[in-house]
Nanobody, 119 residues
Framework: QVQLVESGGGLVQAGGSLRLSCTAS????????MGWYRQAPGKQRELVAA???????NYADSVAERFTISRDNPKNTVYLQMNTLKPEDTAVYYC?????????????WGQGTQVTVSS
């Protein structure tokens, strides 16, 4: 049973910064990739940033110059540093862990943390 626990969300003014944390119940190196998704009311879930076990990163175009995903393997934690936040960044942010195992795909999700950016 994989558990992902998120923290760091909150209310911030436009232009401000937040850092989200996602701590896994096991070694994050056991996952092929970990990432952050977000979902605003009435919108589909979208990938924000991801990092593979090899350290490759991927970002949505809308956040690529402002957000940074990183990991701390001994702490089994993945971070999302969010700078220059905009009101359109307001959403529930979810941590995701992905694994390919014996030809099958597995996705695990955190509970979500609310990020609200005021004008």
């Amino acid at each position: 049973q994989v558990q992902l626990v998120e923290s760091g969300g909150g209310l911030v003014q436009a232009g401000g910064s937040l850092r989200l944390s996602c701590t896994a119940s096991g070694s994050i190196s056991s996952f092929n990739a970990m990432g952050w998704y977000r979902q605003a009311p009435g919108k589909q879930r979208e990938l924000v940033a991801a990092i593979t076990s090899g350290g490759r990163t991927n970002y949505a175009d809308s956040v690529a110059e402002r957000f940074t995903i990183s990991r701390d393997n001994p702490k089994n934690t993945v971070y999302l540093q969010m700078n220059t936040l905009k009101p359109e960044d307001t959403a529930v942010y979810y941590c995701n862990a992905f694994r390919n195992l014996l030809g099958l795909s597995y996705d695990y999700w955190g509970q979500g943390t609310q990020v609200t950016v005021s004008s």
